[in-house]
């Protein structure tokens, strides 16, 4: 079963400084996502 980001905050009842602090870590997790595809696509190319 998979919701939303936010209807799984609003279920849990977090507060507004909850939610950013998760949205700023999925933010860091798919900058991260990222600079490791783009570090591994050169070599394997």
Known sequence: MCLPTH?????HGSSKFEEFIFGFI???????????VNSILPSVI
């Open 7 to 11: 209807m799984v905050l609003h279920i």
């Open 26 to 36: 999925l933010f860091l997790w798919q900058l991260f996502l990222k600079q490791r």
